[in-house]
């Protein structure tokens, strides 16, 4: 009989606790979170359809809020009085936005001979190049104030002859 007491397998040992279980299950269940997305569109569309199960919200009501806040981001922020602010100036025509370029590289003709007059940094051969333009510059200025014949574009043309005199 001794020898059967050893050939006989032991008796199965209890499970393990597992980790973090040392107390007991109350038998309630966890109740969870609603889940809510990271993005921040999906969460504004959530948001905007909860707001249409409102009760007593209807298509037509619905369709006017909207129409409403469309019509808000429309609206100019910066709206001063009745007429509100005008932002941009009015579109300046092909003859303008020539002459306006001229003037510029005219003035920086003069900024350069002010530098080449000063010798403090010598003109690299770019610099050299748009000096040697700038007679054509001066003729193309005068033909478009001819060409435009424009009040504005007199006016303008006025304070560039003083410059070329110099």
Do not use: C
Request: charged content about 35%.
């Amino acid at each position: 009989t001794h020898a059967r007491a050893l050939d006989a397998p032991p008796p199965p040992l209890p499970p393990p606790p597992a980790m973090g279980s040392q107390q007991q299950n109350s038998g309630k269940t966890r109740t969870k979170r609603a889940a809510i997305p990271n993005n921040p569109t999906i969460r504004k569309q959530l948001r905007k359809i909860a707001a249409d199960k409102k009760e007593g919200m209807t298509f037509a009501k619905r369709k006017e809020i909207r129409m409403a806040n469309s019509k808000k981001s429309q609206k100019n922020p910066t709206d001063f009085g009745k007429a509100g602010m005008e932002l941009k100036a009015e579109k300046k025509g092909p003859l303008e936005i020539r002459y306006r370029a001229l003037a510029k590289k005219m003035r920086q003709i003069e900024e350069l001979e002010k530098k080449k007059k000063e010798g403090t940094t010598p003109l690299d051969r770019w610099q050299i190049s748009k000096l040697h333009k700038k007679l054509f510059l001066q003729e193309e200025i005068k033909a478009l104030v001819s060409a435009g014949a424009g009040g504005g574009e007199e006016g303008a043309e006025g304070g560039e002859d003083g410059d070329e005199e110099e």
